[in-house]
């Protein structure tokens, strides 16, 4: 079974930038889909990124399109989700998780998860 680990949170101004990093071990993730998803006190869990098995494709919500970028490097089993001009708004639980196959990009389709990370955008 695969067990995910997200790492690279922490507090930040607004307008920095962090990068998160998502590892497995216990199986390969290299042929799966991979996404992100945050939640935030008090609201609704937002998909917010995802990719295909290959990168070849991705998806983004609105509300990161254009500051957030999501990659992976297969050789490690590790997952990035690189995120730039943060806002407030964007002060959430970061979790990575993964999806059922290596083309689905849906949250409904999720089958593992990690514990997630804490990002904080604040002055």
């Known amino acids: 079974q695969v067990h995910l680990v997200e790492s690279g949170g922490g507090l930040v101004q607004p307008g920095g930038s962090l990068r998160l990093s998502c590892a497995a071990t216990g199986e390969t993730i290299s042929t799966y889909a991979m996404a992100w998803v945050r939640q935030a006190p008090g609201k609704e869990r937002e998909f917010v990124a995802a990719l295909t098995w290959d990168g070849a494709n991705t998806y983004y919500a609105d509300s990161v399109l254009g500051r957030f970028t999501v990659s992976r490097d297969n050789a490690k089993n590790t997952v990035y989700l690189q995120m730039n001009s943060l806002e407030p708004e964007d002060t959430a639980v970061y979790f990575c998780?993964?999806?059922?196959?290596?083309?689905?990009?849906?949250?409904?389709?999720?089958?593992?998860w990690g514990q997630g990370t804490l990002v904080t955008v604040s002055s």
């Open positions: 998780a993964r999806s059922k196959d290596g083309g689905t990009l849906h949250e409904r389709y999720l089958e593992y």
